[in-house]
């Protein structure tokens, strides 16, 4: 009974978090072409393209053709990302309790604190992105920026590796590592986009 409903949780909590990167199947209004092209152009650049449309190809109506505001909202789509999977790793510890391996609830809670580190490092990355307002100026805030992200991505890597150590093929790790590797690679995305942010204001 406890390991039928804590499967059905699992599937549960799944589908809502797969419902942030749905992608609205409406036809798309003409002036709205450059705009997604652009995102798919950006987003080709990155290391999980595929991922990167489907996660910010909603907003394209947003971004326009801004690339101050593609990656404020790679940041902040990634953030929700990491919330909501933080959220989840809470909800599983609590289901799961007293029917964890040591090592596995150990790992669980390890990544639990890794990726409340990577919500205070996307926190602080988005708060001093919002700050830019226009475009320009990254110059003085890309450093500070570059640095949280990366140390984002490094806890969310650390956290993964976490559960790659506990051997077992079961449903937990297997759920668990999905939704970690979806995150980093939201991060890694927005790093990308970070890093040429920095790149083409070091010329101008
Ligand atoms: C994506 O990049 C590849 C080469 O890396 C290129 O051939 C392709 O045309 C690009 N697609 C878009 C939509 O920019
Ligand atoms: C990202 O979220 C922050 C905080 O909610 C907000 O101030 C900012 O405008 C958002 N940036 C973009 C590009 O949506
Ligand atoms: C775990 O591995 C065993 C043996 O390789 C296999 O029989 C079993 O179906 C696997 N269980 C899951 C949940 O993948």
Not at 13 to 18: A, D, E, K, L, W
Not at 55 to 75: E, M, N, P, Y
Not at 90 to 108: H, T
Request: glycine content about 4%; some cysteine; hydrophobic content about 40%.
């Amino acid at each position: 009974m406890k390991a039928f409903s804590s499967t059905n949780h699992i599937l549960f909590i799944s589908i809502f978090i797969s419902s942030i990167f749905s992608i609205s199947s409406s036809e798309q209004k003409p002036y709205q072409d450059a705009n997604i092209q652009f995102i798919r152009t950006s987003c080709n650049s990155t290391t999980y393209p595929r991922l990167c449309f489907a996660s910010l190809s909603k907003h394209a109506a947003f971004i326009q053709t801004d690339r101050v505001l593609l990656t404020g909202t790679a940041l902040n789509v990634t953030l929700k990302a990491v919330k909501a999977t933080s959220a989840m790793m809470s909800a599983l510890s609590k289901s799961y309790g007293g029917s964890m391996k040591p090592r596995e609830a150990a790992a669980m809670k390890d990544c639990v604190e890794e990726l409340r580190d990577s919500v205070d490092e996307l926190r602080k990355s988005i708060g001093e992105m919002s700050q830019l307002g226009g475009s320009s100026n990254f110059e003085l805030t890309k450093n500070d920026v570059q640095t949280w992200v990366s140390a984002a991505l490094t806890d969310e890597s650390t956290c993964t590796d976490g559960f790659e150590e506990v051997h077992n093929n079961g449903t937990l790790k297997n759920t668990v590592r999905s939704r970690i590797l979806q995150v980093a690679h939201l991060t890694s995305n927005a790093l990308a986009f970070i890093n040429q942010l920095a790149a083409s204001s070091s010329h101008a």
